[in-house]
């Protein structure tokens, strides 16, 4: 039952700590983001969005993969707090 109860706990743990890790990346991504000026590269973004060209210009890809990461993270958050009332609970005053 100790085991059980401990492993439950852990789990219950990592996941919190998970979505929480993800919660700061996607903050973190969105300030850098928010520095982005996309009229300056707008012909190119519309080339790469828009045809499917590879980015020549290596400060518009990093920004476009910034983007991508920030979107991405959030669709996982969104997927995770969708499962999150499946997650085991901590369990507390059982000994």
């Given at each position: 039952?100790?085991?059980?109860?401990?492993?439950?706990?852990?789990?219950?743990?990592?996941?919190?700590?998970?979505?929480?890790n993800?919660?700061?990346?996607?903050?973190?991504?969105?300030?850098?983001?928010?520095?982005?000026?996309?009229?300056?590269?707008?012909?190119?973004?519309?080339?790469?969005?828009?045809?499917?060209?590879?980015?020549?210009?290596?400060?518009?890809?990093?920004?476009?993969?910034?983007?991508?990461?920030?979107?991405?993270?959030k669709?996982?958050?969104?997927?995770?707090?969708?499962?999150?009332?499946?997650?085991?609970?901590?369990?507390?005053?059982?000994?």
């Amino acid at each position: 039952m100790t085991t059980e109860k401990r492993d439950t706990k852990t789990i219950a743990g990592k996941f919190a700590e998970a979505l929480g890790n993800i919660e700061c990346a996607i903050m973190y991504l969105g300030q850098v983001n928010a520095e982005y000026d996309p009229e300056e590269h707008a012909d190119d973004i519309r080339l790469v969005v828009d045809y499917g060209l590879r980015p020549c210009n290596p400060v518009m890809d990093f920004w476009l993969q910034a983007e991508q990461a920030e979107d991405a993270l959030k669709a996982m958050l969104r997927k995770l707090q969708r499962v999150e009332p499946l997650a085991p609970k901590e369990k507390e005053g059982m000994g």
